[in-house]
């Protein structure tokens, strides 16, 4: 098990799609469908599937998608949701492996929600391997350390701080890069001589969002203890203020995500 719950990849499946550059994700079909026959695509980190679901609308439809995560659960999810509308198959491998990954005759890699978990290294040699492949690389929704709140407290900026040095410590493939991932991964790509475009993909929550913004404040606590540069009753009294927030009308949360595109010169 990967420890990602998929209660949790449902919730912020509507957020993510809304989210979601369109326009890169329209490039990313269009150039898919010039491919002519080698329409493959792989999708690594896939949870339930969701990446595949919100691209599918918009990519040909001869496009044959390899699903790829460690978790058996989530990949299994992600079976019983595909049904048979798209050709789909599945992968369960460990990202670490990069020199296994599938990726021989794949025209498109994707990625949603995975590149800030990962390191430097990683992505490094992801890049190689992508490059000596021949493939274009879309990577959605990496957290980008933006976080605002309409109703303000006082140690917003704090929680925000040590929230973003958490989301650098490892969480699986070394040193996070958190939210420097999308920038990083940019060079490596323009490195390798890829056309590299950024698009920021925003979730902007208010009260009609109120169970992803609970779910994803009651994430911050373990978090918060362990970076440990706030006291436990601080954290505890930021938390209940914002869980109390969420229902204010006039309450926004904005957390930032950054999408990417990388198409071979
Ligand atoms: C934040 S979730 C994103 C899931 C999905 N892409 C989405 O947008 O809903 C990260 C995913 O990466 C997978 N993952 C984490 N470490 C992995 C590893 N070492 N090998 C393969 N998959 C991994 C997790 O199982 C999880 O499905």
């Given at each position: 098990m990967s420890g990602f719950d998929p209660g949790w990849l449902f919730l912020r499946e509507p957020a993510d799609r809304l989210a979601r550059s369109e326009d890169l994700a329209r490039e990313a079909g269009s150039w898919l469908a010039a491919q002519g026959s080698a329409l493959e695509v792989l999708d690594i980190g896939c949870g339930t599937g969701s990446t595949l679901r919100s691209l599918a609308p918009v990519f040909p439809q001869a496009a044959r998608w390899i699903l790829l995560d460690n978790d058996p659960a989530l990949l299994e999810q992600a079976r019983q949701l595909a049904g048979e509308t798209v050709h789909v198959s599945f992968a369960r491998h460990d990202l670490n492996d990069i020199a296994g990954l599938p990726l021989e005759g794949v025209s498109l890699l994707t990625a949603s929600?995975?590149?800030?978990?990962?390191s430097e290294g990683f992505c490094a040699q992801l890049v190689k391997r992508a490059a000596s492949e021949g493939c274009a690389v879309y990577a959605a929704l990496n957290y980008d350390g933006v976080m605002r709140w309409s109703v303000a407290h006082p140690l917003d900026q704090a929680v925000r701080a040590a929230f973003n040095r958490h989301q650098q410590t490892d969480k699986g493939f070394g040193t996070a890069l958190g939210p420097d991932a999308a920038s990083r991964l940019a060079v490596l790509l323009e490195a390798e001589g890829y056309r590299v475009r950024l698009a920021e993909s925003p979730w902007v929550m208010g009260p009609g969002e109120a169970d992803l913004q609970r779910s994803f404040l009651k994430g911050f606590r373990q978090p918060l203890m362990e970076i440990g540069e706030l006291p436990e009753t601080g954290i505890d009294d930021w938390l209940s203020f914002r869980l109390k927030a969420v229902h204010m009308p006039e309450s926004r949360c904005e957390v930032g995500h950054l999408d990417l595109l990388a198409l071979p010169a």
């Open positions: 929600a995975l590149f800030d978990l990962c």
